[in-house]
């Protein structure tokens, strides 16, 4: 292993594009009873040969290896074989859907940092878990402003953020979070809260299950209606739902 040389930059994307090209793309809906190992070896040889057109005198796994990813074939062919996890396969539905959440207190006991003032009065309100080290979550936040900004009045947008959302609970760094919020402050123009003490993260993003984020949880009435992916077709039919109850009086 001390003598895989190491690689360019050129050839590390090369290898992580010749990764999803022969494994993830083709498998990603072959798992359990739907994977073919006859299919998977012929990947396998597939994706050596991308290895020799990148240069690599080495078998490609031996580069996977070293950064820690798989060991061997063996463990990226039961990697592909367990399938994604449940929260991400299609027709996914959060256990904690239905549950009721008090998104006052909640918001309350979190940290303001940005946007309007949350003042519970909503009947809608969107929970947007994210970290500041999550792509995806800055990506998503122009959409979710505009949509959030046509619904003033009608729906609440909450951004709350925890980097630690993943691991241990452990003190906020407010100045970065701060320094990264001002940074993208024309797209992140909904409300965005620090979750201070860790209670939104255990009490509401570890219970929905959606081990993803941006993790969106849809919240009618302190009743939860959706939890999941952003992108997700479930997510704009949640909001879309959402928006009609507002139409209707409150029951009591």
């Known amino acids: 292993m001390a003598d895989t040389q190491e690689l360019t930059a050129e050839q590390k994307t090369g290898l992580n594009q010749g990764f999803m090209k022969f494994f993830a793309k083709p498998f990603e809906t072959k798992y359990e009873d739907k994977f073919v190992e006859s299919e998977f070896w012929e990947a396998v040889e597939g994706f050596k040969a991308h290895g020799k057109e990148l240069g690599l005198p080495e078998d490609p796994i031996e580069y996977m290896k070293k950064k820690g990813s798989f060991p061997n074939y063996e463990a ?12 991400a396969r299609e027709g996914w539905v959060s256990e904690f859907v239905g549950e009721t959440v008090d998104t006052k207190e909640l918001i309350g006991r979190c940290e303001y940092l940005a946007g309007p003032k949350f003042l519970g009065d909503e009947r ?16 998503a936040a122009p959409v979710i402003s505009d949509w959030a900004e046509k619904q003033t009045g009608k729906v609440a947008v909450v951004g709350i953020n925890n980097d630690a959302i993943f691991g241990p609970d452990k003190p906020h760094d407010l100045e970065k ?6 940074a993208k402050k024309d797209v992140m123009r ?16 570890m219970k929905a299950g959606f081990m993803g984020v941006p993790c969106m ?8 209606t959706f939890v999941g992916d952003f992108e997700a ?3 704009q039919d949640a909001l879309d739902a959402a928006i009609e109850v507002t139409a209707r009086p409150k029951e009591e």
């Not at 990226?76 to 929260?87: I, N, Q």
């Not at 909904?190 to 993003?205: E, G, L, M, R």
């Not at 949880?217 to 939860?224: G, L, S």
Request: glycine share 4%; hydrophobic share 50%; net charge negative.
């Open 76 to 87: 990226v062919r039961d990697y592909l074989k367990a399938g994604p996890p449940a929260f």
């Open 217 to 224: 949880v849809v919240v009618v009435d302190n009743k939860v």
């Open 233 to 235: 077709k479930a997510f």
């Open 177 to 182: 979070v701060k320094t990264a919020v001002e």
């Open 124 to 139: 809608v309100v969107v929970l947007d878990f994210w970290a500041t080290w999550c792509g995806s979550c800055i990506e």
């Open 190 to 205: 909904y409300t965005i809260v620090v979750d201070s003490d860790h209670q939104a993260k255990n009490d509401i993003f």
